[in-house]
């Protein structure tokens, strides 16, 4: 490979770390939207860099969700770079459709994801060189690119009383459909997309829901353009440059009607409650004596970056988050995190990933610093 310090010509020997310039974690749109943009560059798989991955199959996140999120669902899922997903049936599940879409992929790019890869921390090495440590073996690399998104990090919020409830809990990561709450007393909780989702899906199934939120949810019935995508992005890019967590999508989004939410409003599936204050034993309850009685909570209370394996880079601020300037972290710009922040969606992924590549070029003397206006 030239001039570069590259290759894993000692990934053979058995005891020192196997050497790349670049090692991807993680291979959901982020992940191998970068993958691409490292091939396209003259970066070799295998050789130069290696995308890694703790789940079984192809398609990132989406393989786990929800047989009844159908690909019609998804309104807003751009296609990888280079390749269009054409045809889909949107009666097919979405887990299906883009579990497939990112199985052609990786074989069109040969990008010869490893997998089942888990990360499990990534640390300091010798020579400026960053170890990447995993369920098999060690790596070591010039630059990270962090891909590693949200799903395995589901958030559940405390509530005096969770503990006692007798009923069943779960999380948006484990749902699997309405089916399984035919006949009961269903709370679910959050204001996002997969809450009224949840919602308008059980609802005909069962006994009753209560939806609650922490806010009011604001539904937003204009079109949403891209001036308005931009605000959004650019409120979301604001706090991670301050170093605080990221915010949800929809905190900056809101919840755009459709003919299903306008419906659901109409009917009262969509008649939001506070928060309650407390959960019992056999529902939940308000401070001001009201109670629901239920057989089921639903936490549709979101997802944090699943980025605890780069912990003993200490990289994370006071205010929870990583500083970032562009994509790699301020302290460091070894460390590209694509998929985080302002970059969480498959439009800011896609763009990341190209963005995280070109400045990697760059840090590795493989492309000209750009020149500065004087
Ligand atoms: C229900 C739901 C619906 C959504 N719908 C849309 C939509 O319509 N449009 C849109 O733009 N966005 C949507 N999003 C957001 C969407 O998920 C992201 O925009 C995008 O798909 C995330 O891609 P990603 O590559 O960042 O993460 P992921 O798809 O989560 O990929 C991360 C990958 O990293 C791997 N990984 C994680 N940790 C490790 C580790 N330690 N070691 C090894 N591998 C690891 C995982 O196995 C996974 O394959 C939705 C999100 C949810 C929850």
Known sequence: MGVHDTGIRDAASADGPRRVDVVVIGAGQAGLSAAYHLRRVGFEPEQDFVVLDHAPRPGGAWQFRWPSLTYGKVHGMHALPGMELTGADPARPSSEVISGYFTSYEEAFDLRVRRPVDVR?????????????????????????????????????????????????????????????????????????????HLMEIAPYAASTTWVTRRPPVFRDGPFGEDQGRAAVAMVEERVRQGLAPLSVVSVTGLPVNDAIREARANGVLDRHPMFDRVTPTGVAWDDGQEVAADAILWATGFRASIEHLAPLKLREPGGGIRMDDTHAALDPRVHLVGYGPSASTIGANRAGRAAVRDIERLLGRRAPTPVAV
């Open 121 to 197: 921390a990534v640390r300091e090495g010798e020579g400026g060189r960053l170890l990447v440590e995993t369920s098999d073996g060690v790596w070591s690399a010039r630059a990270l690119i962090n891909a590693t998104g949200t799903w395995d990090r589901p958030f559940w919020p405390r509530y005096p009383g969770q503990e006692t409830f007798h009923g069943r809990q779960l999380h948006t990561a484990q749902y699997q459909g309405p089916e399984e709450f035919a006949g009961q007393r269903v709370v679910v909780v959050g204001g996002g997309a997969s809450g009224t989702q």
